[in-house]
């Protein structure tokens, strides 16, 4: 039996039989257990802990870790669909990462020579 994800991945799920065997084989592992309702209860996030598993220095290093995402901006950025010649796309696509930022720039310095434009 396979479980189709949102991005159209499909997944194989284990028979009845695996899925007992599996159960089993985590009821014989003494260090196995199942995080239920209580477990998650008591949990507490990692930069409550850290100092108490690691040497300070080690857990000052860990907190220091690059958060993944997108990093927060005092000046957001703000989703839009927006129709553009394909030569125009084509030729900002090309000029490689960063592209987006370079097309803002340029609207930003055409607003700058054209209009009242104050950048905040």
């Not at 949102?6 to 009821?27: H, T």
């Not at 000046?75 to 696509?93: C, E, Q």
């Amino acid at each position: 039996m396979y479980l189709k994800t949102k991005s159209g991945r499909l997944v194989a799920l284990p028979s009845d039989e695996e899925d007992a065997q599996i159960n089993q084989q985590i009821a014989n592992d003494h260090d196995a257990f199942e995080a239920n309702d209580d477990f998650f209860e008591q949990a507490r996030p990692a930069s409550d802990v850290l100092h108490e598993l690691f040497s300070p220095e080690i857990a000052a290093e860990m907190l220091r870790l690059k958060k993944s995402g997108r990093p927060h901006s005092e000046n957001p950025k703000i989703f839009t669909g927006i129709r553009l010649d394909a030569d125009v796309l084509d030729s900002f696509k090309s000029t490689g990462k960063g592209w987006q930022t370079r097309m803002n720039n340029a609207l930003k310095e055409w607003l700058l020579e054209h209009h009242d434009f104050k950048h905040v």
